[in-house]
């Protein structure tokens, strides 16, 4: 059973930057770690991932986030950050850690086998 902890949400003006984190209870370094977000009366919908495969980190990003955020992994702190530059309203949502207990691509949110209770991220206009 892994235990995720999202931390870092919190209300910031259009064009700023927040970093969410996300701790895990433990090793994942073989899991393929996402973040999605859901915003109210929208479906959860899929925003980064990484996993760690033989010749480094592969990441996958939604066209909406592409060039904003970054998603990053410290597999020695079992930690997955999310930083989030240049902010707009339409990025306003809850931001969910997740895990998937293989490397394998996928974005769809029913493909992760592990979730965290969700951190609110508000981007003011």
Do not use: H
């Not at 010749?55 to 999310?82: E, H, M, P, Q």
């Not at 992760?112 to 609110?120: F, I, K, L, M, R």
Request: aromatic share 12%; with cysteine; charged share 20%.
């Amino acid at each position: 059973q892994v235990q995720l902890v999202e931390s870092g949400g919190g209300l910031v003006q259009a064009g700023g930057s927040l970093r969410l984190s996300c701790a895990a209870s433990g090793r994942t370094s073989s899991y393929r770690m996402a973040w999605f977000r859901q915003a109210p009366g929208k479906e959860r919908e899929f925003v980064a991932a990484a996993a760690v495969v033989w010749n480094g980190v592969n990441t996958d990003y939604a066209d909406s986030v592409k060039g904003r955020f970054t998603i990053s992994r410290d597999n020695a702190k079992n930690t997955v950050y999310l930083q989030m530059n240049s902010l707009k309203p339409e990025d306003t949502a809850v931001y969910f850690c997740a895990a998937r207990l293989d490397i394998l691509s996928r974005r769809g949110p029913y493909e992760y086998d592990y979730w965290g209770q969700g951190t609110q991220v508000t981007v003011s206009s």
